[in-house]
């Protein structure tokens, strides 16, 4: 049974920068589909960003070029860089582990943390 654990959310000004953790535990995070995911208030998880099996990140047109994901193999936990922030990434974010590579869509991911959230003020 994989376990994850998101860290690092919180509080910070437009413009600035986070780093979220994911730690995964019970599982190799080398081989498996990874990604991360927000959900606002009032509306639904959508994707942020991924890792594909083979190791190659990919983003919502939302992010792309503000976020960057990556993964420490020998910690094993995977990171979601965030920069240039806006308010409307305010967030939960969660990260996930799946089979489907490549995946955007929440129902291909098993494995989900706990969420940790992200404000983002103006």
């Known amino acids: 049974q994989v376990q994850l654990v998101e860290s690092g959310g919180g509080l910070v000004q437009a413009g600035g920068s986070l780093r979220l953790s994911c730690a995964a535990s019970?599982?190799?995070?080398?081989?498996?589909?990874m990604g991360w995911f927000r959900q606002a208030p009032g509306l639904e998880r959508e994707f942020v960003a991924g890792?594909?099996?083979?190791?190659?990140?990919y983003f919502a047109d939302s992010v792309r070029g503000r976020f960057t994901i990556f993964r420490d193999i020998a910690k094993n936990t995977m990171y979601l860089q965030m920069k240039s922030l806006k308010p409307e990434d305010t967030a939960v974010y969660y990260c996930?582990?799946?089979?489907?590579?490549?995946?955007?869509?929440?129902?291909?991911?098993?494995?989900w943390g706990q969420g940790t959230q992200v404000t983002v003020s103006s």
């Open positions: 996930a582990a799946g089979y489907n590579s490549g995946s955007r869509r929440t129902y291909d991911y098993d494995y």
């Open positions: 890792i594909r099996s083979g190791g190659l990140p």
């Open positions: 019970g599982g190799t995070i080398s081989t498996s589909p």
